[in-house]
């Protein structure tokens, strides 16, 4: 039996006197109320759990109710121990059920109070809860994803080369739409990495490392179709963190000056075999002695950085990166150059290009002999080759661009048309990599310049890689042929009525121009190339004079195909 002093006791006797009456909360548990005053104020316990409506007359405070034999004798009954799970309705008698209001037993679903898994809002309750125990974690088998699944039906039909191995077939076709490459070119890439994989066999759980070719499936979709890498988790069975350090170890690889497909796929051509391969072509057009198309290209830098904004924000009114890339005519791609900030224009990054020094002096370019004819047949020499641009860059005889402002169905007119239609070439690379790989279209979300480099080296080798597969850089094809046919130009609506019906007025005398670099262009050095960044010997060699004499040369070649 408790002392006379105890808690228990106390109420008690205060319901048997009727001094106190207790209210229901949605809580669980008891309001005190005064039924002697009615003018009351509420007070809420700092622990949350009741409500107090109290007087000026003070109402002690209880503490938790956990003495099983108060609770015992309070109600008078063993069977109303808190093992026992009662509700309201159990009592007869009033006070019995007050004070089950009391004990939050008024619940009929649950026992608040008593109940082991019950919620307390006491910190102490909370902290020595037990926490439930997790299941074992769901073991992950790659070879069962949906990237194994493709690689296993391919190990099946390697022999017969069917199924994704068919370029022709469905399979095939789907397969390459997906993951931008055929399955051929894919295991090419996948042996290739093999050789220079430097994971362990095993990790430090002692699991055996991931199958390289379901991580490169991954790197693939991040590319094309810009995956995110916790959507290749569900695709490779293989965690994101994997898949994210993997695609940046793997496209340093590929991307790097020292790999094979760098090497061979991304380069000027060197041998006069490979010259000529890319000069013929523009010989044909009637644009002798140029070696491709030059222009820069903006990629959309969405994580850059605060301190950079200012430099990367130009004419595009966002954050951008440059890259200067050099193409040939078949849409293969030459070289690249960058990353530079987006707020450069074209001649300040044609003076930090390196790719450009091929063409300068000392370059193997720079000495490549092409021939021209004038309207009176007479045979020219120019050494060193040049590309063709649009106005934005330096006047250099190695960067030669049409005119901005000619006359109608004047030489100058015709000409500048025609370098403008040629010129397009470039532009059309730009269009082919953003729509072959959308993670260059859409706004960029690394962190760092350099990786945007190395994403975007490695878009232009696979971009280049295809461009050899599909046949589109073989120059004996009869399609070829037929395309830089000089008469196909002639036949062209602008050509064919620039030669019927210009204005006569505006033509020079063929015999003037036998002495084109004796006239009277004044022979000075261009003032963004007199005192360059870098300061080189052979940029501060070129002047105006050379570069209209080359452009004067151009034209005079491509009136006398035209006339001839």
């Given at each position: 039996m408790p002392e006379k002093g105890s808690f228990f006791c106390r109420w008690k006797k205060s319901l048997e006197k009727g001094k106190i009456q207790f209210d229901q909360m949605d809580s669980g548990h008891p309001n005190i109320i005064n039924s002697n005053n009615d003018d009351m104020t509420h007070r809420k316990c700092n622990n949350g759990t009741a409500r107090q409506k109290t007087t000026a007359m003070e109402v002690e405070t209880v503490d938790p109710l956990d003495d099983e034999e108060d609770i015992a004798f309070l109600f008078g009954n063993d069977s109303m121990l808190p093992n026992n799970q009662m509700d309201v309705d159990d009592f007869e008698d009033p006070d019995d059920r007050l004070s089950a209001a009391l004990l939050g037993l008024h619940n009929p679903t649950s026992n608040d109070l008593f109940h082991e898994d019950s919620s307390s809002d006491d910190e102490g309750d909370r902290r020595n809860r037990k926490q439930t125990p997790r299941g074992p974690e769901k073991k992950r088998d790659p070879k069962s994803s949906p990237f194994g699944k493709i690689l296993e039906d391919a190990d099946v039909n390697k022999q017969t080369q069917s199924g994704v191995w068919d370029e022709e077939g469905k399979e095939g076709k789907k397969f390459r739409q997906r993951y931008r490459i055929p399955y051929s070119m894919f295991d090419k890439i996948c042996k290739a990495y093999d050789k220079v994989d430097t994971r362990n066999d095993l990790d430090a759980f002692g699991h055996k490392k991931s199958d390289s070719r379901i991580l490169i499936l991954g790197v693939l979709r991040v590319l094309g179709q810009v995956f995110p890498f916790d959507t290749l988790e569900e695709f490779s069975e293989i965690s994101m963190q994997k898949n994210q350090s993997f695609f940046h170890e793997f496209i340093t690889w590929f991307s790097g000056k020292q790999s094979e497909f760098a090497k061979k796929y991304l380069r000027f051509p060197q041998t006069d075999e490979e010259i000529s391969h890319v000069t013929s072509f523009y010989e044909k057009i009637g644009i002798p002695g140029t070696a491709g198309s030059v222009d820069c290209v903006h990629i959309y830098w969405d994580m850059c950085p605060a301190g950079h904004r200012a430099d990367c924000k130009g004419k595009e009114k966002k954050t951008t990166v440059v890259f200067q890339v050099i193409s040939s005519h078949t849409k293969k791609i030459l070289g690249v150059a960058g990353p530079y900030f987006g707020t450069w224009n074209d001649k300040t990054i044609a003076r930090l290009d390196a790719n450009l020094k091929h063409f300068m002096a000392g370059g193997n370019l720079a000495t490549k002999?092409?021939?021209?004819?004038?309207?009176?047949?007479?045979?020219?020499?120019?050494?060193?080759?040049?590309?063709?641009?649009?106005?934005?860059?330096?006047?250099?005889?190695?960067?030669?661009?049409?005119?901005?402002?000619?006359?109608?169905?004047?030489?100058?007119h015709a000409w500048s048309k025609h370098i403008e239609s040629i010129r397009k070439d470039v532009e059309c690379v730009f269009g082919i990599l953003k729509k072959r790989f959308m993670v260059l279209k859409y706004p960029s979300r690394f962190h760092d310049m350099e990786t945007i480099w190395k994403v975007f080296r490695t878009c232009c080798i696979l971009h280049n890689m295809l461009h050899e597969h599909d046949g589109y850089d073989d120059w004996e094809t009869e399609f070829t042929e037929k395309s830089v046919d000089i008469e196909d130009i002639e036949d062209h609506n602008h050509y064919a009525r620039f030669r019927n019906n210009r204005n006569t007025s505006y033509r020079r005398d063929s015999s003037s121009d036998t002495t084109l670099r004796d006239g009277d262009i004044e022979n000075y050095v261009d003032s963004s190339g007199n005192t360059p960044e870098n300061n080189d010997a052979y940029i501060q060699n070129f002047t105006v004079a050379d570069f209209n004499y080359r452009r004067k040369a151009l034209i005079e070649h491509f009136m006398a195909q035209l006339t001839g």
């Open positions: 002999n092409w021939t021209w004819v004038d309207r009176n047949g007479v045979l020219h020499e120019e050494e060193g080759l040049h590309l063709i641009c649009d106005g934005g860059y330096h006047l250099w005889k190695i960067l030669i661009c049409p005119f901005k402002y000619a006359l109608d169905d004047s030489d100058e």
